[in-house]
Every structure is written in C-alpha cells, then in structure tokens.
C-alpha cells in the first residue's frame, strides 16, 4: 500500500511570509504527527492529531499550526517565517495504540524541506 | 523526565568493520524501544524494535536488545557496508498513555570502501 506522501518536497520562502505542508498518512491510520529537523536541534515534536482533534503538542509557538481533515490528511501552517525555521519537515502517521497489535511504530514520509531566505 | 541518550557521532567505519552505536534511556515502567534509520534525503524508516525486557530486535543484520537492568537498547551489526550510511535514532514509546516517541538527537554512520 501507498506510504505517506508529503507534499511539497522543496520550497523556498522569504521572512514574513506563510507557507503551508501538507500530509497524506497511510490508508487507515488515524494519527498523524510532525516534526522538525534541523542538524542542531535534531528531531523536534511539534504536533500530533487524531481524528481531527490535536491531541499532543510540542513546545513551538504559535506560528506553528496544524489540522487534520476528516480523511485523517493533515496540513500544518508556519506564519510569518524566520530564518531559523529553515528544516526538513516530517510527517509520520501510525494506528492508535488503542488499536489492536499497534505497538507505536510511525511511519514517515521524506519530508517537506523549507528554506527561508 | 524521559530522555533519551545516544552517542555523539560521526561514527566512521570501514566496510566489514563491527558497529555498535550505544543507546540509553530514562523512563518509568516498561516502554517499548525503538531504531529508526534516515538514508540521505529521505524520511525516518523503522529498522527494529522491542517491546518487552529481553526482547531482541533484528532486521537486515542490525541487532538490538531491551536490557531492562541496564536500561539501554544498544544497535550492533558484525559487517557493515557503505550502503549502511545513515543516520540511526533511538526512540522509546512509554506505557502511560503517550502518544508520542521520545526521540534520541541521532548518530551519524559514515561507512568507507
């Protein structure tokens, strides 16, 4: 079956503007998270969503948003971008823990990678 | 609080040469322990996992095994290759109702001919 698709995969923003990722999860997974990376931060939390609801966040401001459709796609939105948030933007989708046999493990997409000029 | 603990890389090997990237963590309960890898470009893949003490994960000669009394989950492969080249994390899914893996920051794997 299909993986998660991120699109875009490349762009390229200047400070002060907004852009917006976008996320396909694998069919049937309801939860899907995203992080960001960056060599000198690593792998950072930001959010994560299921069934529509945001049920976990990391510690970003709130330039950073998301949502999550009914179809469980999701899109995450950084306004007013600054250099610093130049990064590779992973989406991961997995089956709630909830569900049976699901022990955690994500699946990621190969990310959106955002340069700010 | 949960943490995470790996080795600083680059880690730098000749092809055939024995890896072990170490991998400690600081939680409470039982969590179930993951290694994620990135090939250059692309996003994280699950390369192994355990779920319970003693347990041992294994895929494409990587190893790692849940040490309970020890707390770590250290990944070891007896012969890498250069298409080995990565970067490894350790992660761990704890047992209180969490949703979300604690990620270590990554090793880099640099694997020469």
């Known amino acids: ?117 | 609080g949960n943490s995470v603990t790996q080795m600083e890389g680059p880690v730098t090997l000749s092809e055939e040469a024995f890896l072990t990237i170490n991998c400690t963590y600081t939680a409470t309960g039982y969590p179930s322990l993951f290694w994620y890898v990135q090939y250059p470009g692309e996003g994280l893949q699950l390369l192994l996992k355990a779920t319970k003490a003693d347990d041992k994960g294994s895929n494409k000669g990587f190893e790692a095994t849940y040490r309970k009394e020890t707390t770590s989950f250290h990944l070891e492969k007896g012969s890498v290759q250069v298409s080995d080249s990565a970067v490894y994390f350790c992660a761990f899914l704890g047992t209180g109702g969490s949703y979300i893996p604690t990620f270590g920051r990554g090793t880099s794997l640099i694997v020469h001919p």
């Not at chain 1, 990391?58 to 995450?76: T, V």
């Not at chain 1, 250099?83 to 049976?100: E, I, M, N, P, W």
Request: glycine content about 12%.
């Open chain 1, 1 to 117: 079956k299909a993986g998660v698709t991120q699109t875009p995969r490349y762009l390229i923003k200047t400070r002060g503007q907004q852009v917006t990722l976008s996320c396909s999860p694998i069919s049937g997974h309801r939860s899907v998270s995203w992080y960001q990376q960056t060599p000198g931060q690593g792998l950072q939390f930001l959010f994560e969503y299921f069934s529509e609801t945001q049920r976990n966040k990391g510690n970003f401001p709130g330039r950073f948003s998301g949502r999550q459709f009914s179809n469980s796609r999701s899109e995450m939105n950084v306004s007013t971008l600054e250099l610093g948030d130049s990064a590779l933007y992973l989406c991961a989708s997995s089956l709630d823990r909830l569900a049976g046999g699901s022990t955690g493990e994500l699946f990621f997409g190969e990310g959106s990678r955002l340069t700010v000029l």
